[in-house]
């Protein structure tokens, strides 16, 4: 079993920052991976980025490569993600997920949190 907790949303005006958080706990076994993902109102969920724990290898859905960084704490048990230039199609609710394989498929991420909505103004 592995838990999830993220925090970090909130309300910002577009081009501002936010750094999102996921405190992880639980078997490692389950958790070599930790992405993140997202849901817009109406839309399906979708991949953001991911990151393998051990060595810190990261993966993004290209067009939030260069606003969007993941990063990982492992001290912690934390992973962040730093989303800057934020535009208001950034308007989701963040998902964090591990997973012993990574990827950007949802299908191969077993635990997920409950989620934390960045919601971004005009």
């Known amino acids: 079993q592995v838990q999830l907790v993220e925090s970090g949303g909130g309300l910002v005006q577009a081009g501002g920052s936010l750094t999102l958080s996921c405190a992880a706990s639980?078997?490692?076994?389950?958790?070599?991976?930790v992405g993140w993902f997202r849901q817009a109102p109406g839309k399906e969920r979708e991949f953001v980025a991911t990151?393998?724990?051990?060595?810190?290898?990261?993966h993004y859905q290209d067009s939030l490569q260069g606003r969007f960084t993941i990063s990982r704490d492992n001290t912690k048990n934390a992973v962040y993600l730093q989303m800057s230039s934020l535009k208001p199609e950034d308007t989701a609710v963040y998902y964090c997920a591990s997973s012993r394989y990574g990827g950007s498929n949802e299908g191969f991420y077993n635990y997920w949190g409950q989620g934390t909505q960045v919601t971004v103004s005009s």
């Open positions: 639980g078997s490692t076994l389950q958790r070599n991976f």
């Open positions: 990151i393998a724990l051990n060595n810190g290898d990261t």
